[in-house]
């Protein structure tokens, strides 16, 4: 496993928390911070909750964006490009960097040449844990869900908790803030990507599931699993633990039983979800049993069995915080997801459009389980994400797409990544064909729109699935139709 990439020391983190704690510099003055990679879901989490707390706030991106306004309309100055000039005439107390700015950026070099405290995003959220009650939701699928759920619930319980949510939730926004309340909870995701969920010491922790990802980090499995290990260790209470998922039940047994409560389908879970009914308005009931004792029937608006597995996540936490069943269900049951996440973009009597960022086989499986249930014809629209990715899990790509009426397949998006001689869409639409299963293979993500035209028609669910911005895609063609272009009609 390659070490965690980071320019922080512990006295940068230090210096960092004492910011925190005083609400003061040096001379005396309101923290002022400077936030590299600005525009990124991670950066701007951390611009939000220092602008909350009454920080000057000031960072870059290499352009502009709904982010990067939000921000703005805030307070925060912000910076198109990563020149050292940034950092010349407004003078910083802390920096903070995105993993997706590279380490030779001009910015970078030259708070480095300034000696001003520098933490990776992971480092400076979880100090920002540090001076709360704190929740982390860590696991290889479902983590924005969960924490967006946890947090929707919360505010439902009249708890407010500060949050840093790893994507947009439609019912709440901006996706990170400090706590509104005394309960002085934060609810956080912890990024296994990057080895950084080590930086967290919570109080609370859900995993939600273990899963191959990331090889081009872990590069075996048992990293993996030692990091998770790990990451139990630092947690002070109980964890929360996917009782259908046998890796995150293999490490419970072994090294935290005594503090892993389970939940799922599972009939030996601490926590069983049975499922009952699919909602004809959509969503779904389902029935929750404490060691084998009801508590209730609840309800999600949220397709597929993995949503009702990551909201007994949910009601188990709560239950064991003391909240009674019938407001724990009240706080649940109107939340819609998060962004991206099996979001409707459209729907008429011929069409729906759906986006969701699921770029994983065992995400695309879930996603395409519950789309299905709704019934129509299936057309799905899918971006691999990663050359690592695609190169290392090729075969589990090859035949996670079944069930899938209609396949249309794009190039890679490198997500910074360089490319991987011979590994491409191409290759992966090869691997699927070579399972028996029709694919299109699109070189160019411009003709996405064309093509999904010229193939779907009236009565068609079309799925726009990936982690890049295939989603510029989804939107586009939503746009369209909403707009009244005929499509194949």
């Not at 100055?77 to 000039?85: E, F, M, P, T, W």
């Not at 030259?110 to 405290?117: A, G, K, L, N, T």
């Not at 998770?228 to 996917?242: G, M, P, S, T, Y």
């Not at 397709?303 to 996540?313: I, P, T």
Request: with cysteine; charged share 25%; aromatic share 8%.
């Amino acid at each position: 496993m390659q070490e965690k990439q980071t320019y922080g020391n512990r006295e940068d983190r230090a210096v960092f928390e004492t910011l925190l704690k005083t609400g003061r510099n040096k001379e005396g003055s309101i923290p002022r911070a400077y936030l590299s990679g600005i525009g990124g879901i991670g950066v701007s989490a951390v611009a939000h909750i220092l602008l909350d707390a009454g920080w000057s706030v000031c960072g870059a991106d290499i352009q502009a964006s709904r982010v990067t306004q939000e921000l703005g309309e805030r307070g925060a100055k912000i910076y198109l490009g990563h020149s050292a000039d940034n950092l010349k005439y407004d003078p910083v107390d802390v920096a903070v960097y995105s993993s997706a700015v590279r380490r030779d950026s001009q910015d970078i070099l030259e708070i480095q040449h300034q000696r001003i405290p520098l933490l990776h995003r992971a480092e400076a959220l979880a100090s920002i844990l540090r001076q709360y009650r704190g929740i982390c939701v860590s696991g290889m699928h479902g983590k924005t869900t969960v924490s967006s759920l946890l947090v929707c619930a919360l505010n439902g319980l009249g708890a407010e908790p500060g949050y840093a949510v790893g994507g947009s939730c439609r019912q709440f926004d901006p996706h990170a803030r400090i706590s509104r309340t005394s309960s002085h909870w934060f609810v956080a995701e912890a990024d296994e990507s990057d080895g950084s969920l080590l930086d967290y010491f919570p109080e609370y922790a859900f995993i939600l599931n273990i899963d191959r990802d990331h090889l081009d980090y872990y590069r075996s499995d048992e990293r993996i699993g030692e990091t998770f290990v790990r990451f139990a260790d630092q947690v002070q209470k109980q964890i929360f633990c996917c009782a259908d998922n046998h890796w995150v039940m293999s490490l419970r047994a072994q090294h935290f039983a005594d503090r892993g409560i389970t939940y799922g389908f599972h009939p030996d879970s601490d926590y069983q979800a049975v499922l009952k009914e699919f909602l004809p308005q959509g969503g779904q009931s389902f029935e929750v049993l404490r060691h084998g004792k009801s508590l209730g029937d609840f309800k999600i608006r949220l397709m597929g069995e993995h949503n009702v597995c990551n909201a007994a996540a949910v009601i188990a936490l709560l239950t064991e915080l003391g909240y009674s069943s019938r407001d724990i269900a009240d706080s649940i049951k109107d939340f819609t997801g998060a962004r991206r996440r099996q979001e409707l973009l459209f729907s008429n009597e011929s069409y729906r459009i759906i986006d969701d960022y699921g770029h994983h086989p065992a995400e695309i499986r879930a996603t395409i389980r519950a789309v299905k249930r709704q019934g129509g014809r299936l057309l799905v629209v899918f971006q691999p994400h990663r050359f690592s990715r695609t190169q290392m899990l090729l075969n589990e790509f090859s035949t996670c797409f079944e069930g899938v009426d209609q396949l249309l397949l794009t190039d890679v998006y490198a997500a910074s990544e360089n490319p991987i001689p011979g590994v491409s869409g191409e290759c992966m639409a090869q691997a699927i064909r070579a399972r028996g299963q029709q694919v299109e293979y699109l070189q160019h993500l411009e003709d996405v729109g064309k093509a999904v035209e010229r193939i779907s028609k009236p009565g068609d669910v079309i799925l726009f699935l990936g982690a890049g911005d295939i989603t510029r895609q989804a939107h586009q063609y939503a746009d369209g139709l909403r707009k009244g272009k005929a499509v194949n009609e």
